[in-house]
């Protein structure tokens, strides 16, 4: 077993940023330290580990990391975040006064029908140093971001959050049916037998799907909708309903915010709603920063 008692913590940072530039160049000038200084840092930390740990690429640019190297990367990026966590972060949390960047993973639905409420709500409970970054959830990295710390906050369905994270339910989630002002469907109610003749725009969030979780549904009672659109945001499918005489099934809190220029319409068959999480990394949980800022999506969640 290594002793790790003697191991510079400098030495593990400039293994972190190694491991992610794979250039002792570039990685020097993040560090800010001179490339043979790196070098040096670089052949200490080869006999630390026993392991070449970065080689030259076959194409002669730039480096490559080994595999003990990248088995080392998540572990070693989480574990420099939780210290610095720890050294850098007083034990209290004053939003009007502190710094901090809060970075958010959530869908483009998310982000309007709860981000931005978010956003107006801390213009008016915190100071400048309160910050966010919204950026996009995806499945296939949110466990690993979270895990590193690069997002603090998912908001998403309940197939999104990693099973070894915590999570607290934000709201409830239905689908209604929009179609633009002026269409020329009317404003009736809607039969089954009309609501699958209608051109559809779906939203395929993975992109080029033609068949969701509504298809499904319908599927499973022998009907069929024609949908004659894909497109891969939330927020692209109103802007075309405005223009065309096609209609979308959305859900209902991102309608509410296209109200005025769209109408909507409650389902013609009992359709399964979702529920829209928060979830975050255990290490998080104590954090009277990252506390405060969940209950503020709560509050969100029950306000909007």
Excluded at 151 to 178: C, Q, W
Aim: aromatic fraction near 6%.
């Amino acid at each position: 077993m290594m002793d790790i008692k003697g191991i510079d913590l400098n030495l593990l940072v400039s293994l972190d940023v190694l491991i992610e530039e794979a250039n002792v160049t570039r990685a020097a000038a993040r560090l800010g330290i001179s490339q043979p200084a790196l070098s040096s840092q670089l052949a200490r930390l080869r006999d630390l580990f026993g392991d070449p740990l970065l080689v030259p690429s076959e194409t002669g640019r730039g480096m490559l990391p080994t595999t003990r190297a990248l088995d080392l990367r998540d572990p070693l990026h989480a574990a420099l975040k939780d210290i610095e966590t720890v050294v850098r972060r007083p034990p209290g949390f004053d939003p009007m006064t502190d710094d901090r960047v809060f970075n958010i993973a959530a869908s483009d639905n998310s982000t309007i029908t709860l981000g931005v409420f978010l956003v107006e709500r801390l213009r008016d409970i915190a100071g400048p140093g309160i910050r966010i970054a919204f950026q996009t959830a995806r499945a296939d990295l949110v466990a690993a971001q979270l895990e590193r710390g690069d997002v603090d906050i998912l908001i998403g369905s309940r197939h999104m959050v990693p099973p070894t994270m915590k999570a607290r339910k934000l709201f409830d989630e239905n689908y209604v049916m929009v179609q633009r002002k002026g269409h020329p469907r009317g404003t009736g109610a809607l039969d089954l037998d009309s609501y699958c003749a209608l051109d559809h725009v779906l939203v395929s969030t993975s992109g080029g799907s033609f068949r969701g979780t509504i298809d499904e549904q319908l599927e499973a009672f022998g009907r069929k909708r024609n949908v004659v659109l894909s497109v891969h945001q939330f927020v692209l499918a109103p802007i075309v309903v405005e223009r065309t005489d096609y209609v979308s099934t959305l859900p209902e809190r991102l309608v509410r915010c296209r109200a005025a220029r769209l109408d909507s319409f409650e389902l013609p068959f009992i359709a399964k709603g979702y529920s829209i999480y928060a979830a975050w990394h255990p290490r998080s949980q104590a954090d009277p920063a990252h506390n405060w800022l969940r209950q503020q999506l709560i509050e969100m969640g029950r306000l909007h």
